[in-house]
Structure formats: structure tokens, C-alpha cells
């Protein structure tokens, strides 16, 4: 995570990586998830199984939907650094904050979802990763200058795919 002030605005940067839209990017598709998160490409979809399959996930989207000064953007991003497993770029403007999350095409869009959508809500929540990752057994690590991961983030992933995965079989029947 990359933070910068400057007049009145501060940017938070987690696993920060540019990205490219297209034009189907630009179409976005809503769903019966928050008002607040948007789905760009395909995801729409997707997402919507992981909301109807996941407990933790609909958690997570309920304290996304109660955050009224927060926006969220869903991408797929083929231009993801391969270092990186997803991305979420945050951007704050006063008391407004801005996540746009990005993730790869492909398998495992539960717990990588699950996990961006839990820094989502740590940024929320204000919690400041660059502090704590000085902290010995805070949970939050500098992956690179500026860059953090959590704990909390990588197990709120692992359980949303699981969840996801598990109750894949009942969905279906």
C-alpha cells in the first residue's frame, strides 16, 4: 500500500498495478449485490454465485453496503504484475473512499475476491497497515515499500473460497 497526501485527497495504494479498460469493461452490469459495487466484464455472474454460496462473502458484502461513503469497482485485469495474485487500489478524497479491485481471469475468483473485499473493509475500518506492519505479531507485513498484506485479509480469502467451493455441489441440486 502506497500513501500519498496531497491537497485534500489521500491514496491509498494496495498491490498497486495500472490497468487498462476496454469497452465491454466500460459496460458495467449491476446485481442484486450492494448498490454501492460495481461489476465490470463477466463478473456480475460470477459474483453472484460466490454472494449466493458464501456466508462470510454476504458478511462482507453487508459491511460494504453499510460503508455510505464508500464505492467499489470489480475488473477483471489481465495485466495483473504475476508477482501478484490480485490487486486493490484505494483512493481517498476527504471522507469518500474509492476501491478499485482487480483480479485475474480464471479459477479461484472466490478467495481472491473475498480476500481484496477484506482489505476493502480494513481501509473502512482505518486501519493503518503501515503502522502495524512494524508492530511484531500484528498480522500485517510490508510485502515491498508501501505495499502490506494481513492476515486477516488472506484468511477472509481462503474461507470465501471454501465456502464457495463447498457449497458448490448443494447450488446445483
Known sequence: MRIESWVGVT?????????????????????????????????????????DRSPTFRSQCERIAKASNLRVRVYLNTRIPPAYRALTVVYRQGIEIHADVNVPPGSHLAEMIGHEFEHVLEQVEGINLQRLSTVRGSGVWAVEKHLFESIRAQDAGKIVGLEAYRNRARATD
Open 11 to 51: 491514496v491509498s495504494v494496495v498491490l498497486l498495478c495500472g490497468s487498462a479498460t476496454s469497452a465491454d469493461e466500460r459496460q458495467c452490469r449491476r446485481s442484486t449485490l450492494p448498490a454501492n459495487v460495481e461489476f465490470f466484464s463477466d463478473l456480475n455472474r460470477v459474483v453472484q454465485r460466490i454472494y
